[in-house]
């Protein structure tokens, strides 16, 4: 079956440590995205990227860096720099930005402080 | 700018009776509007989704929306709840007007679906 998977599940981050969460698809998808989620303030686009090698900031894309080296692949680091980095994250894809399909959501990696 | 707003926090409602999740949007275009539901611990799923055409869209699980352009609304319904709807429901939106539009997600509707 064609989907999203996101490693590690949980992730426990120590003080001016950088981690990268993992995020898969198989659904040949062009369009790719990154989202925090905190209670109560639903979803916040940090990443997208349109098509391999090029991605672009969201709304909330300082702390963090992506890469887009294969379709299939959109890693997200979370650097020392984001300083309150203890949240849901979730991946998605779609088609391609502009499609009217929905995006296909992972499982999502939660990440904590040490 | 587009934005979704999720009036409510949580809706209760007993099991086999109509449940009614609501959601307004604001774009300057026309919209695509998408319902997600979210188990803990868990991605959001797909639900349904307005593009064009028909106002009442049906789409998984029994679940219903209805497309309102006057007062800018995109209303989750379903006839008769069951306990296994309890879950985290998020409207999303994206204008159609030209190029990339993100997609814009309202803030979760958590409901409960009382035996």
């Known amino acids: 079956d064609g989907g999203i998977t996101q490693s590690p599940k949980y992730l426990f981050r120590k003080e001016g440590q950088n981690v990268t969460l993992s995020c898969e698809q198989n659904?040949?998808?062009?369009?790719m995205y990154w989202y925090r989620q905190d209670p109560g303030q639903g979803l916040r686009l940090i990443y997208y990227s349109q098509i391999v090698n090029d991605f672009q900031k969201g709304d909330i894309a300082e702390g963090y860096s992506v890469s887009r080296e294969k379709k299939e692949s959109f890693p997200l680091t979370v650097t020392s720099a984001q300083k309150n980095p203890t949240a849901f994250y979730l991946c998605?894809?779609?088609?391609?930005?502009?499609?009217?399909?929905?995006?296909?959501f992972g499982d999502g990696t939660r990440l904590s402080i040490l | 700018a587009q934005s979704v707003a999720q009036p409510e926090d949580q809706v209760n409602v007993a099991e086999g009776n109509p449940l009614t999740v609501k959601c307004t949007y604001s774009?300057?275009?026309?919209?695509?509007l998408f319902w997600y539901v979210q188990y803990p611990n868990r991605g959001l799923q797909f639900l349904l989704k307005?593009?064009?055409?028909?106002?009442l869209v049906k789409g998984s699980y029994g679940f219903e929306a209805e497309f309102n352009k006057s007062q800018t609304s995109f209303h989750l319904k379903k006839p008769s709840a069951l306990v296994s709807d309890s879950a985290l429901y998020f409207c999303a939106v994206r204008d159609v007007s030209g190029g990339y539009q993100k997609v814009t997600f309202g803030t979760g509707t958590k409901l409960q679906v009382i035996p």
């Open positions: 307005y593009i064009t055409g028909d106002n």
């Open positions: 774009v300057s275009g026309n919209p695509y």
């Open positions: 659904l040949n998808h062009d369009a």
């Open positions: 998605a894809s779609s088609p391609h930005t502009t499609s009217n399909q929905p995006q296909h």
